[in-house]
């Protein structure tokens, strides 16, 4: 059999029910007891890497909690609204281009790694807090203020070039983790709106300097930093400056900032600030000096 005939041999199997259907029994696992009912019913399926276009099968398994769909061809995923319990979803390395909105009443956590998505406009969910989207065709952020509960995004390895659209519903996003790192990032335009952010990571992008950087002195809960990579960390005094600015950190580039760092930073800001003394007063001292 030739590669091009053994190659469409698969797709015939994989299309075909009684094959799909095989691989649903065989992925599913946690015997547990079904929500609101006295029998037992499988809550896990693993269908990663099952040549899989279509999930309208998926459907006839209401009970499912945790589902892996990674390494397959779904570009449609809509029949996901169907599984009312489910709290978990791995859609990595897919064919998504476009997301749309998850009704699912426990959804929490949705993996999107490795897509083609560009946008994350039209995901609407009130519920998701967990989302990764890593290595997909993402220019910017807009979109996420339809994620009312999120807490954690990681968005690396995208094209990311801006945040996003300053809208009043930003203000109520309860995110506390972001990361945002390999993008092409030059300037942080609307973070200081994530007035939660505990934990930035924003390696390996194009943030040149510390005006830049003053954006984050609006965020007081943040605790945790990491600009490795960026030009902005080869300017002179760098961590000192950065120690000064968000007084609240306490890991700067995956290294804790230590007491004696604090108490350095303290006295390189004091001997700045007296250097910047105004130089009309220090002539009036000298001549005051001079009369004397």
């Known amino acids: 059999m030739t590669e091009d005939a053994d190659e469409k041999s698969n ?3 994989e299309q075909g029910s009684d ?3 095989i691989h649903y029994m065989e992925g599913l696992s946690r015997l547990q007891k079904a929500p609101g009912q006295d029998a037992y019913a499988y809550t896990a399926l693993d269908l990663t890497n099952k040549n899989l276009q279509g999930i309208e099968l998926i459907k006839q398994y209401q009970f499912i909690q945790i589902l892996n769909l990674s390494q397959n061809k779904i570009s449609d995923f809509s029949p996901l ?3 009312k319990y489910l709290l978990s979803v791995n859609l990595a390395e897919n064919s998504i281009e476009t997301i749309s909105k998850l009704c699912n009443a426990y959804l929490k956590a ?3 790694t490795r897509n083609q998505i560009r946008k994350l406009e039209g995901f609407q969910s009130d519920t998701v807090a967990n989302l990764i989207v890593n290595e997909n ?3 910017s952020l807009d979109g996420i203020q339809q994620l009312t509960q999120l807490t954690t995004l990681i968005a690396s390895n995208n094209q990311i070039s801006e945040l996003w659209l300053h809208t009043e519903q930003q203000d ?3 995110l506390e983790h972001l990361e945002l790192n390999s993008n092409a990032l030059k300037n942080l335009s609307g973070i200081e709106r994530l007035k939660h952010l505990r934990c930035l990571h924003l390696r390996e992008n194009q943030i040149q300097d510390m005006p830049d950087v003053s954006m984050l002195r609006e965020l007081d809960c943040l605790k945790s930093l990491d600009l490795t990579g960026n030009p902005v960390t080869q300017t002179e005094n760098y961590r000192l400056n950065v120690i000064i600015l968000l007084p609240n ?3 700067l580039d995956t290294i804790p900032i230590e007491k004696d760092e604090v108490l350095k930073a303290a006295v390189f800001k004091q001997e ?3 250097a910047e003394v105004n130089p009309a007063e220090i002539n009036a001292d000298q001549g005051a000096s001079i009369t004397q």
């Open 11 to 13: 797709d015939t199997i």
């Open 19 to 21: 094959t799909t259907l």
């Open 81 to 83: 609204s169907e599984l």
């Open 110 to 112: 949705v993996d999107l």
């Open 137 to 139: 065709s993402l220019q």
């Open 172 to 174: 109520e996003l309860p």
């Open 249 to 251: 950190l306490s890991i």
């Open 272 to 274: 700045r600030e007296a």
